[in-house]
């Protein structure tokens, strides 16, 4: 039993996009959602504060028994020098999709690879950016009415209906959805761990 814990792979996120897109890379792993503050602390940059929430979600995991190799990840949205994380509620994702209509902004994913049986870790932040359109109010209003933008970082999901809102990706497409699969995978090898991708 225990060699089947030591080899046990573990997701520390609900989100089914971290699911869908850690699964192009393993056919096995556990999902164990975690809770976590996700404020931002003063002074804290973009980077340093999904860094430090990826591995706050990775030791909360252990902290509740998980043992293995623990995934965990943060990602949020910068504009102007301001993170966006998910919106709160509908007034604060018009808020956010109207920031971001017409410019160009960043997106930051902290990912955290914790070996609970050696202490190995494994920490980075991958940076991509994306340039949307311009977006008129009626389109902002039927999105928001999809109910989408009220769980993704800075309110819109590359990958799902706002894909329409995204004129270029600059960076890892993966990243922007929630889970950077280069750097990902670049842990996973320094764990001692091959992919599908790697065996290929």
Not at 6 to 17: C, D, F, H, N, T
Not at 123 to 144: A, C, G, N, Q
Request: hydrophobic share 35%; aromatic share 6%; charged share 30%.
């Amino acid at each position: 039993m225990e060699r089947e814990l030591e080899k046990m792979i573990i997701l520390a996120s609900s989100s089914p996009r971290r699911k869908a897109l850690l699964g192009r890379l393993i056919d096995r792993f556990y999902i164990y959602p975690v809770n976590v503050d996700e404020s931002h602390r003063k002074g804290e940059s973009p980077s340093q504060h999904v860094r430090r929430l990826a591995r706050c979600k990775a030791f909360r995991a252990r902290e509740e028994g998980m043992n293995g190799i623990i995934i965990a990840a943060d990602t949020v949205v910068v504009i102007e020098g301001m993170i966006l994380g998910k919106p709160a509620n509908t007034d604060e994702a018009c808020w956010m999709l109207k920031k971001l209509g017409g410019r160009t902004h960043s997106v930051f994913t902290g990912i955290c690879i914790y070996d609970t049986h050696t202490d190995k870790i494994f920490i980075k932040d991958t940076e991509s950016r994306v340039t949307m359109k311009e977006l008129t109010p009626r389109e902002i209003e039927e999105y928001i009415s999809t109910g989408e933008p009220l769980d993704k970082a800075g309110g819109y999901a590359v990958q799902g209906e706002a894909r329409v809102f995204v004129e270029e990706v600059e960076g890892s497409w993966t990243n922007v959805v929630g889970l950077p699969l280069e750097s990902l995978e670049e842990g996973l090898a320094l764990m001692g761990l091959s992919t599908r991708r790697s065996k290929d």
